[in-house]
């Protein structure tokens, strides 16, 4: 995973914080994950465990990884996570059309996901795409367990963010973590449970898939805009015929000003 280190006169240290800092940049290190213990990094880069420890210090004091109980050392988001209690997530819950705003969003920049990964992914980066997109075929029904079923698509779509290799694409859509989860929700609620809508969506993360790992850029890109475009018109679909749109696990809101109904 390492290559040896150019020290150019600096640091040692300091040369090996610079160069795990690539591997985040790239896209190796990935937000939220592990990075290799402090024994595995020292034997791979041929340094003391000292040495090593300066460089993680490095890293800590720039906000790059943090320290978890239990975890080791985790990578960091590059850009300020959207929390529950933000602005952007209070719109979301009382603004209806903040669900299409954020779907337009997903079309925007899955779609050059979808081609950079086709273009730029490795051989490490399909496999853990196949094991998202096989993941989201073996599922239990979504109607089970609605948002098991959102976080398995979510993983999917997610694994092929990370195979884009740009580090400021998957760093912005891991801040928007939460908010992007919730419109694959509202996906699963309103769609998953009607026959032919189901199908189609199957039918678009085949074509994603196939594309991807099948290296066809172009094709990944419109297959991926297809699919999200596709979602957000079912979606309006069903506001446009005045039916109450469930855009959560835990809460229903009715669209247009009208009050929920009670069943």
């Known amino acids: 995973m390492v290559e ?117 992914g490795t051989e490490q980066d399909f496999h853990r795409i196949t094991h998202a997109f096989n993941a989201i075929d073996q599922a239990p029904p979504a109607q089970a367990n609605p948002m098991a079923a959102a976080r398995l698509d979510h993983a999917f779509h997610q694994s092929i963010c990370e195979a884009s290799h740009n580090p400021v694409l998957v760093h912005t859509l891991q801040s928007l973590m939460q908010l992007m989860l919730n419109t694959v929700l509202a996906s699963v609620n309103n769609l998953y449970h009607r026959g032919p809508y189901k199908e189609q969506i199957d039918r678009h993360h085949r074509q994603i898939y196939h594309a991807v790992i099948g290296r066809r850029p172009e094709w990944a890109r419109k297959a991926a805009i297809a699919h999200i475009r596709n979602i957000r018109e079912r979606l309006l679909e069903i506001e446009q015929e005045e039916q109450r749109l469930d855009r959560s696990g835990g809460w229903e809101r009715t669209l247009m000003g009208k009050k929920p109904t009670t069943d």
């Open 4 to 120: 040896p280190i150019s020290t150019a006169g600096e640091p040692i240290s300091s040369a090996i914080a610079r160069r795990l800092e690539q591997l985040i940049l790239d896209g190796t290190l990935l937000p939220g994950k592990k990075i290799p213990s402090e024994r595995q990094l020292s034997e791979r880069l041929g340094v003391s465990r000292t040495i090593l420890r300066e460089a993680l210090k490095e890293l800590r004091g720039r906000g790059l990884i943090e320290t978890r109980q239990g975890q080791g050392s985790v990578v960091t988001g590059l850009v300020p996570r959207q929390d529950t209690d933000s602005p952007l997530a209070y719109l979301f819950n009382d603004h209806p059309r903040t669900l299409y705003d954020l779907l337009e969003v997903r079309e925007l920049l899955e779609g050059q996901a979808a081609y950079m990964a086709a273009t730029r």
